[in-house]
């Protein structure tokens, strides 16, 4: 079995499950009572942490039952019929989210990701469902009944009325708590019911809704096997007994400190924390020179052949907080890389450079000449270089081939977008790492220019803090202790170097030099999101074959863009296609009862999404590790809404059957017949509304793959937290190298900026250690 899948949580336990005892192939509850089924949920399994008692996950398992719940053959209609006529898509409308241990698997997944305040506010909701009054308090009329004991609990409460209480919850406007309950147990009930898996990596619901894992094996001329392992120590494999050897042998200078007991001191010339888009590239020039490298990362390493594409396994091991992140309010959902290679390993491959009118701004507005001077260009070049940039495409997917379509038939410009793979690059899974290993990361190219001059790589490595000495007129910084993720380990570790850079990226980098002791207030303010809105649009293979063949998890993830411009002719958004999974699908997707879901799902292989993403002006914060908050202004909303609608012409021209948005209510159009002037009708009625927490029945998920700017570039300390060379204003020797010191948003994928920005503040680093000035 694939790496990834051992390194997977108990959120996806149910990879080892034996064939025969997926819940899936087991019956469900009666749709029409409130238990009696074979597969009723009979309280909390072994094995699970979440903490909840037998009693509440009776509970939640009923509400994991009415978000998917068990339905009879006859609601399968011809329609679904003629998507999909398999015996699998009767065995999948009838499978209920209770079955087996998936209440249990939720609780856990919402209690190992959500953030406290909401996993708190579930745990008493919970317990008061678990109670009469406590039901009679939250669910009003709906627990009612006339006969004893005439207040049921919800576990006691049809399916057809915990359906209709999870309708109302959704919408409630005035009490917004249940709303937030909703949401979360939504979300965490599809994440696990469509990306669990069994022994043999197999999700029955699969099959119903058109799905298969890339299975692909890595191309015969990629790089050896695995080009990182010479340089990287798996410290979650290290013990007290062998750690010093294991660092030794890596040729590193390793000594007890007799001053501070319990600590390993490690010295090298530069210690990196992260391992992405700037720790990658500051890894390789800095070693390149002949400098002692030690970079830390969090996560693991994963080489092509290691990728399972599997999307929980995949999730877990990859991203932070496994790709369920969420701003502290829940509007929006972050996904941020974690494992080396960081954002680079997992993103769309999507290589764009900065454009000119950002350079400018930040050049001239923002007084950083770096941006505007040919060393930039010249290493926008070298970046370019190294990634072996392609900008042909030669075969589209089906969500670019809709995309480039509706553009044409609209007579709107349609660009292609540059990506750091071969031409013949077809893979809809590189957000699960790419498996081919075409796709050109930090982990197949920095790192490894990085690794062949003697940079170390420890995985599984936590930067706890950097070592700061008071001089006489600032700080200066000594390295980094670090704790290393093994239990067999008890001792801190003390990286003394003479350069300290934070690479950990814009939600990471703040939290770490805050708790170091750092005190500029532009550490963890100033942060861009990259806010994103999804429209989606169907289309049936039967009709539309002729035009777009294959599904949507297929082909390039983006290799086309359009940009929705303004009257003063200002990119307002840019319009491209997106990656999700069936588990991301569908806990994106709105829930307006158990059956639509289910409809829905058989869709999904033949529905394409599409983004409108924002260069905002709006600006969030992170000053402590996990804890994002962010405020989206009313022109952000306005541009969001503006290239939300141009998604739905744009699927609409393309020759949809039906669009629709994300939005709570599961709004949607059917297209078939229309008039132009029924679309636009329809398309004032497409909004940015806020978030769940908002005071309207109508709310929506917002996305983000992309953080910058929280330690942010200035000319003095009050403009940003470090200097044009990337130095903290607070401390000599400790360097910011990601893309958190991107002075505003970017407005584009990010990766080739950070990267180039990572070149130059690292090339500068170099001559200062060649002079000898720190």
Known sequence: MCKLIEGANQATKSAT???????????????????????????????????????????????????????PPSSVTQEIKSINPKEAVFSFFGASASQSTIPDEVAELITKRGVTEAVVLIRVVMKLLSSRLGTLLLCGRHCLEWKWPFINKVSEMSLDKREKLLQRWSTESYWTSLRVVFLFIKVATSFVFYSRVDGNAKNPAWEAIGYKVDTRKPSVNSQEEKPLEKGIIDCRKLSDSTLVQAFQEKGLKVAEDVNQQGVIKIKCDVVIVGSGCGGGVAAAILANQGHKVVVLERGNYFAPGEYSSLEGPSLNELYMSGGLFTTLDGKMTIFAGSTVGGGSAVNWSA??????????????????????????????NEVWKRLGVTEDCSEEGFQNLILRKGCDDLGLKVEKVPRNTSKDHYCGSCSYGCRTGDKKGTDTTWLVDAVSKGAVILTGCNADKFILKQEKRRKKCLGVQATLSSKDVSKKIYIEAKVSISACGSLATPPLLISSGLQNSNIGTNLHLHPTLLAWGYFPESETTPVFKGKCYEGGIITSIHKVVSDKSQVDTIIEASALGPAAFSSLMPWVSGLDFKERMVKYGRTASLFALVRDQSTGEVKKEGRVKYHLNQVDKEKLKKGLRQCMRILIAAGAVEVGTYRSDGQSLKCKGLKDEEVEEFLDTVIAPGGARSRTEKWTIYGCAHQMGSCRMGVSEEEGAVDENGESWEAKGLYVCDGSVLPTALGVNPMITIESTAYCISTGIARVLKQGNI
Request: hydrophobic share 30%.
């Open 351 to 380: 290589s764009i450079r900065t454009p000119d009118d950002v350079l400018k701004d930040w050049s001239v507005n923002h007084k950083l000449p770096m941006f505007g001077s040919p060393d930039y260009k010249s290493a926008m």
């Open 17 to 71: 499950m034996d064939m025969d005892c997926h819940p899936l192939l087991k019956g469900g509850r009666n749709p029409e009572k409130g238990g009696g089924g074979d597969g009723d949920y009979g309280g909390s399994s072994g094995g699970f942490k979440h903490g909840f008692s037998a009693s509440e996950i009776q509970t939640l398992a009923s509400l994991c039952e009415a978000v998917i719940p068990s339905l």
